[in-house]
Nanobody, 126 residues
C-alpha cells in the first residue's frame, strides 16, 4: 500500500519550535521532489518549501525563509520540516507532498505519481 504518513505538529507558543516528519511506504522518495504546503482557516492551500530530487536544492516561501528548514533522508525514505521562531500566522494544517519537481518553493504534485500526507495541525498561540 502506498502511503505518505505525517507525524509531529501540535500546539506551541510564539517563538517556539516544532518538527514535522513524513515517512513514505510502498514507494521510494529519492526520485521525487518533496515539499510542504499549509492551509490556514479560510485560506487556500499554499506552498511552504520544496527540496529537489536531483541535487537536494531547497526553496522556501518568503514568509518562512530563515525560520524553516526542509530536509530529506532518502535512506530512511523521510522528509522533515524543522520550524523555528514560529509566529501566530504560521497556524495552519500542514501537508507533505511528493511530486515531479520543485517550481520554486511549490512542489508540482501530479494526480498520477504524486502523493500527499494526511495533514497535521500546527497551532501557534500564547
Amino acid at each position: 500500500q502506498l502511503q505518505f504518513v505525517q507525524s509531529g505538529g501540535g500546539l506551541v507558543q510564539p517563538g517556539g519550535s516544532l518538527r514535522l516528519s513524513c515517512a513514505a511506504s510502498g514507494f521510494t522518495l529519492d526520485s521525487y521532489a518533496v515539499g510542504w504546503f499549509r492551509q490556514a482557516p479560510g485560506k487556500e492551500r499554499e506552498g511552504v518549501s520544496c527540496i529537489s530530487s536531483s541535487d537536494g536544492t531547497t526553496y522556501y516561501a518568503h514568509s518562512v525563509k530563515g525560520r524553516f528548514t526542509i530536509s530529506r533522508d532518502n535512506a530512511k525514505n523521510t522528509v522533515d520540516l524543522e520550524m523555528n521562531s514560529l509566529k501566530l500566522e504560521d497556524t495552519a494544517v500542514y501537508y507533505c507532498a511528493a511530486g515531479s519537481y520543485c517550481s520554486g518553493y511549490v512542489t508540482y504534485v501530479p494526480s498520477r505519481r504524486g502523493y500527499w500526507g494526511q495533514g497535521t495541525q500546527v497551532t501557534v498561540s500564547s
